[in-house]
């Protein structure tokens, strides 16, 4: 059974940093292309940073360039993102998605499996 377990999130103030998991079961998750989404109420679902397989190469939205990391750790099928100098418009459900693919999207569509999603708010 293929599944994604997103986990990290939590209540930090502006400022603070936060470190999301996604561990992967049932699939190895170095031969995926891994993207990292959030969705704000009322928005649509945003894609943030994403890592190609292909050449381990990362992308990230404007939003969060310089401030959020992403990384995979291939020896426990997890891929991680570090989020630092976090702020208050960053609130959001946060999911992690994989598609078997060596090249990265930020369509969500583009992504075969989904994790549930866990919750980051940040306070002011």
């Known amino acids: 059974d293929v599944q994604l377990q997103a986990s990290g999130g939590g209540l930090v103030q502006a400022g603070g940093s936060l470190r999301l998991s996604c561990a992967a079961s049932g699939f190895t998750l170095r031969d995926y292309a891994i993207g990292w989404f959030r969705q704000a109420p009322g928005k649509d679902r945003e894609a943030i940073a994403c890592?190609?397989?292909?050449?381990?190469?990362?992308h990230y939205a404007d939003s969060v360039k310089g401030r959020f990391t992403i990384s995979r750790d291939n020896a426990n099928n997890t891929v991680y993102l570090q989020m630092n100098s976090l702020k208050p418009e960053d609130t959001a459900v946060y999911y992690c998605?994989?598609?078997?693919?060596?090249?990265?999207?930020?369509?969500?569509?583009?992504?075969?499996?989904w994790g549930q999603g866990t919750l980051v708010t940040v306070s002011s």
């Open positions: 890592i190609s397989i292909k050449d381990g190469r990362t």
């Open positions: 998605a994989a598609k078997y693919s060596t090249v990265v999207s930020r369509t969500p569509g583009f992504y075969d499996y």
